[in-house]
């Protein structure tokens, strides 16, 4: 996005006074001042008017490949945040789309518009979250139907909804779940007697977690990934 229209929508100002701004020297983008309206600005860019950063316009959807040892919550007083590793102004006011335990790994996304954060979370719009599991026992073929049946789970006054399961060895497995009771994975393989030794997040609906990511890093979502979420 050209520099001055940027500032206009971040700021609020006309592009005219945005101009003006650039003119007195009041505009730096990274560490040099910038006069040319035009410059081309991207989402790695620093925007400061008269010292202050300028945020980008609009909303902010982010993946982040959430690496061990740090929850999916705005605070906490133990473990780091995914929010922590985000390193854009006012991060900590961020969405995160669903939780991951604190051992679980992967893809988590991050925005600051709630509405498709409900999108992705609410069991209504189905959204499917994919996880790699491994096991600590064998997983018997009988799970695939228990798991497509759903499962009543302790203290849970209903069957888990269709989850679809795909043993892709003796201790591992796909499934796919459209909602996120809590510890659900865990609690689904508990009630078929086995226990659940790693657990990452693959996939949300149709968006994959980018394997240049690695543990800790977080990428800006293309138009076409925030679009796929329905
Ligand atoms: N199910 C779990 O048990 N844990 C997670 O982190 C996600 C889904």
Redesign the pocket.
């Known amino acids: 996005m050209r520099l001055d229209k940027y500032l206009a929508k971040s700021s609020g100002f006309s592009r005219k006074e945005v101009r003006r701004f650039m003119k007195s020297g009041e505009v730096m983008v990274n560490d040099a001042e910038v006069m040319d309206p035009a410059l081309h600005i991207t989402e790695e860019d620093e925007v400061y008017l008269s010292g202050y950063p300028v945020e980008a316009p609009g909303d902010k959807y982010l993946m982040l490949n959430k690496p061990l040892g740090c929850v999916?919550s705005n605070e906490d007083g133990t473990h780091p945040t995914v929010l922590s590793f985000i390193d854009l102004p006012r991060a900590n006011e961020l969405t995160i789309c669903?939780?991951?335990?604190?051992?679980?790994t992967g893809l988590v996304l991050i925005t600051s518009n709630g509405k498709w954060a409900h999108r992705v979370t609410s069991p209504k719009h189905k959204t499917g979250?994919l996880?790699q599991v491994t096991t600590a026992d064998p997983i018997p073929e009988d799970a695939v139907e228990k798991f497509n049946k759903g499962l009543m789970l302790i203290n849970d006054k209903e069957r888990t909804k269709p989850a679809q399961l795909t043993i892709t060895s003796s201790h591992e497995a796909e499934v796919i779940?459209t909602e996120?009771?809590?510890?659900?994975?865990?609690?689904?393989?508990a009630a078929i007697g086995n226990k659940?030794v790693e657990?990452h997040?693959q996939r949300i609906g149709n968006i994959e977690l980018d394997e240049e990511l690695e543990p800790g890093e977080y990428r800006f979502l293309t138009d076409e990934e925030i679009n796929s979420i329905k």
């Open positions: 999916c669903g939780r991951l335990d604190v051992d679980t979250k996880y779940l996120g009771r809590y510890h659900q994975v865990k609690r689904m393989f659940v657990l997040r």
